[in-house]
């Protein structure tokens, strides 16, 4: 069994020929003539490259990734072993640390792939192990939208064989929140879930494999708290009382991720799901550091890094929140995005919070869920059809996709036909996007890559509404409502284009895209 990743401090590494160390201080680095930055948070990889006017504070990652890190076009970077303050003004860069923290800033590596693996190789090296392939293969079918709070035996089963009856690929069966008795209760409902195992067994003949939704955060004075109160497993406010804060779902008590106990007693739990009923993964929910420090823990990120390093050992795994996790062989889903075309979690946030996400070390990306994570828009007066069509098509290369609310409940016949290709289009390059997924668990390499990272220095910095998936294949979706043709960005090469239409680069080409297309090209030669 492999180890896990050690990501290397300051004092483990040492000071490198030309680094600067500063502690507690306010750093001025000054960007240089035509130099663009990336990093720190994955949920604002809309506005990156940075201009004057960005702000950042990484002790709250607006609910997903985050890394300690900033690297640019010209092979310079900024390394903490914390969180830190990211102001761009007036052509520097400001970063403030706290009395604890250092920051450091090196640089001499060429361009933006030269500053990348030598933080990877230097940071957070790759050993060798990946999630499920299954996550990369095949399409993945959450359960929110379509169960809400109410998920039952009988409607999941129903998901799963309207997904078959659909034409639609099988792949992975997501069960999400309230499965469970009271939070951090983690056995079926006895009422809405008679025999889970019979289920889970159907699911598995039926072509799925099935995850269960989980959060470390346990329900008040349900038996479950009384227990962990007494056994000492909960994080306690100053008065030695358990601490009760607020999340999305309400108010909970949390698990001391940081007690050795307390994992183990989560194990067990898991243990049992899997060895009872055949669970064969989990989606790990929470753990944001703003929780934590909600609740008055000296050191809120260690939290978020606890519950991280609790899903290794679970190959089968999902997570939005996550500090410190790059190379790391976890699935990073983007936080909930909007019914929306436009806007910071609207379709046009999809590809450059995915290119945010792998800069920052995340190689196993997953868009949100198809249309959007906010389920009030489905089935009301602003669902629009075609943005769910774009939004299959924008995901259908990403190394992952992930269905939630039914295309076949709310589309038309050709607006579900539209869904169907782009889902058959993913499983038919699944071979292919899994052979880069085990490429990065080696290399450390992103499997999704701006045009920046595949062809710098060519001017590319600001393309972020088209991504490379490994060196080869160019991706360009249609994000803009009503459009039936796209600019595309080509980097020198032969490119063939999904049509079979060769194309030669560098150029810029208009290429159709009715509803029906999703363009991509692959380099030749």
Known sequence: MTSSPVF?????????EGENVTLGATVRLPVEDGEYWWGGAAADGIEMPFTDGYRADLRDLGGNQGMPMLLSSKGRYVWSDRPFAIEMSGGELLLRADVAAGII???????LPGVYRQLAEDRFPPDGRMPDPLLFTAPQYNLWIETLFEPTQDNVLAYAQAVLDNGFPPGILMIDDRWHEEYGQWTFHSGRFPDPAA???????????????????????????RRLREEGLLIRDRRGRPAIGEWWNGFGAALDLLKPEALRWLSGELRRL???VGVDGFKFDGGEAAFYAD?????????????NRFGLPYPLNEFRDAWLAAGLPLAQRQRDKHHAWEGRDGLASLIPNALAQALTGHAYTCPDMIGGGEYQSFGSADFDPELFVRYAQASALFPMMQFSAAPWRLLSAEHLEHCRSAASLHERFGPEIL???????RTGDP??????????????ERVADQFMLGPDLLVAPVLVKGATSREVVLPPGDWQADDGTLLHGPDIVTVTAPLSRLPWFRRQG
């Open 199 to 225: 289920m889970v067994a159907r699911l598995h003949e039926m072509g799925f494999k099935v995850m269960l939704w989980l959060v470390p955060y346990v329900t008040p004075d349900s038996l479950v708290f």
């Open 295 to 307: 609740l008055g823990c000296p050191d809120p990120q260690a939290y978020t890094i606890a519950w």
């Open 435 to 441: 052979a880069l997924a085990k490429d990065s668990s």
């Open 105 to 111: 800033v090196g640089g001499g590596h060429g361009d």
């Open 274 to 276: 899997r060895q009872d």
């Open 447 to 460: 499997i999704m890559r701006s045009l920046e990272f595949a062809f710098p220095g060519q001017g590319h």
């Open 8 to 16: 290397l401090t300051m004092s483990d590494v040492g000071r490198r």
